[in-house]
């Protein structure tokens, strides 16, 4: 299969008036060992938790690269179908993982999540299932929730400290003369490889806010994912990109080269 047109169809289907109701405490806590028990490996006991609750382990090998990825996705069409989606890469040892929590909304985040995961080795994508409007009172703004199957895997990746950057999109306006925000979310220092990033776009021409150097707007700092990333002590970095630094824009080839940049450095750590 086509690894990047299998993800972009399954996003391109979200509506901010789609339904979506999170998975329960129960179904959360299957998950999360069906998770465990991939990223440890044993992708046969990880089907055998996940199919009672609707989801099914698949692997898979992309025409383009010929390279082989683990994913977590519903078994069929219905509720579990709106949780979202996990890839792993099958054939390198797991480093890092990007994060997508609000695909659609902010426009093609998920594009540059799954450029990451194509153009590097040993990564993930935590892929958010429904528009962040979708279902009653912002049930599916994922990245403000800790009861979403996306909270969960990225728990279990933060567990096992794996390095993880959460890509966002603003509307560019007076506030915003930026074409990149990037902070460590809850946590108020950078580490070196994320300095790094922010000095490659900068370097090829990107306007940066540094969320640990100035004050920036759109820093993550109530985001849920950075909060628990600082009790696991996992490096947790928050990418928030122009529409000119996403998709087709004029600066997007330059903006994925800064992040392919941040997550070699992981890879080889």
Known sequence: MDLRSRILAYTAEFQPDGD??????????????????????????????????????????????????????????????????????ADARLRWNAQVPHPMSDRDTELLGVRLLEDNPGGSLVLAGAHRRAGPEDAADVAHREDSAFHTVVVELQKRDVPGVQLHGFAEGTDRPYDAVVSTGAAQSAHTETSAMADSMEADGLRVCRGWQDKCPLEGVTNVQGKTAQRHHAKFVHVELAPTARGDGPDADEAEKALSGMVTSWAHD
């Open 20 to 89: 979506y109701t999170p998975p329960s405490d129960a179904q959360r806590e299957k998950l999360s060992e069906g998770v465990g028990n991939l990223l440890d490996g044993n992708a046969t006991r990880a089907e055998q938790v996940l199919s009672p609750i609707g989801l099914k382990v698949t692997r898979l090998t992309d025409t383009e690269s010929g390279r082989r990825y683990d994913e977590i996705a519903a078994r069929r069409p219905g509720e579990a179908q709106r949780w979202g989606r996990l890839y792993l890469n």
